[in-house]
T-cell receptor, first 111, second 120 residues
Framework: KNEVEQSPQNLTAQEGEFITINCSYSVGISALHWLQQHPGGGIVSLFMLSSGKKKHGRLIATINIQEKHSSLHITASHPRDSAVYICAVGHSGGGADGLTFGKGTHLIIQP | GAVVSQHPSRVICKSGTSVKIECRSLDFQATTMFWYRQFPKKSLMLMATSNEGSKATYEQGVEKDKFLINHASLTLSTLTVTSAHPEDSSFYIC????????????????FGPGTRLTVL
């Protein structure tokens, strides 16, 4: 069973700061997901990646398959970025696999 | 983008009753739907994988007779918590996958907003 570890567990930063959230996993995967969960519980899929790097707006996700590690970066952070960010991994490829989740990183961006 | 809805968003029931939660893909056909559970301050955990027209595949430790899953169409899956007890109180989330060819546009899972179940 894959172990998914995220760091930090909690992060408070000032508006405008560059944010990095890390995720490591123990067993080789086919895809890694970064998710955002807002208060109230709704989940939004931010990225799914299996290699390299993806960028969407102020969000950047990278993955190093050899090191079994991924990072999520937020540039020019804003209070609306405050949420729980969750790393999840799948094994069968793409979105076809039930996911194993990390415990999440609780991010607070202060004005 | 692809949208997945869940109904109800919140339910409170008495111990011993059954509760049905619906998960719908609104603008794409979902080859596979997943049901997850999240206890307070805990990780999301996969409960079961549901393919349209097939029996659901349950994760170890999840009682299939207690958590009945029906995936009768490519846009609807239901989770019924039978004879609910207080320990079943949790946040239940579904996700839907439109297939590798991307019925939903991209090969990823789309998550519903979740259902918060409280059993008194």
């Amino acid at each position: 069973k894959n172990e998914v570890e995220q760091s930090p567990q909690n992060l408070t930063a000032q508006e405008g700061e560059f944010i990095t959230i890390n995720c490591s996993y123990s067993v080789g995967i086919s895809a890694l997901h970064w998710l955002q969960q807002h208060p109230g519980g709704g989940i939004v899929s931010l990225f799914m990646l299996s290699s390299g790097k993806k960028k969407h707006g102020r969000l950047i996700a990278t993955i190093n398959i050899q090191e079994k590690h991924s990072s999520l970066h937020i540039t020019a952070s804003h209070p609306r970025d405050s949420a729980v960010y969750i790393c999840a991994v799948g094994h069968s490829g793409g979105g076809a696999d039930g996911l194993t989740f990390g415990k999440g990183t609780h991010l607070i961006i202060q004005p | 983008g692809a949208v997945v809805s869940q109904h109800p968003s919140r339910v409170i029931c008495k111990s011993g009753t059954s509760v049905k939660i619906e998960c719908r893909s609104l603008d794409f056909q979902a080859t596979t739907m997943f049901w997850y559970r999240q206890f307070p301050k805990k990780s999301l955990m996969l409960m079961a994988t549901s393919n349209e027209g097939s029996k659901a595949t349950y994760e170890q430790g999840v009682e299939k007779d207690k958590f009945l899953i029906n995936h009768a169409s490519l846009t609807l899956s239901t989770l019924t918590v039978t004879s609910a007890h207080p320990e079943d109180s949790s946040f239940y989330i579904c996700s839907a996958w439109g297939g590798a060819s991307g019925s939903a546009g991209t090969d990823t899972q789309y998550f519903g907003p979740g259902t918060r179940l409280t059993v008194l």
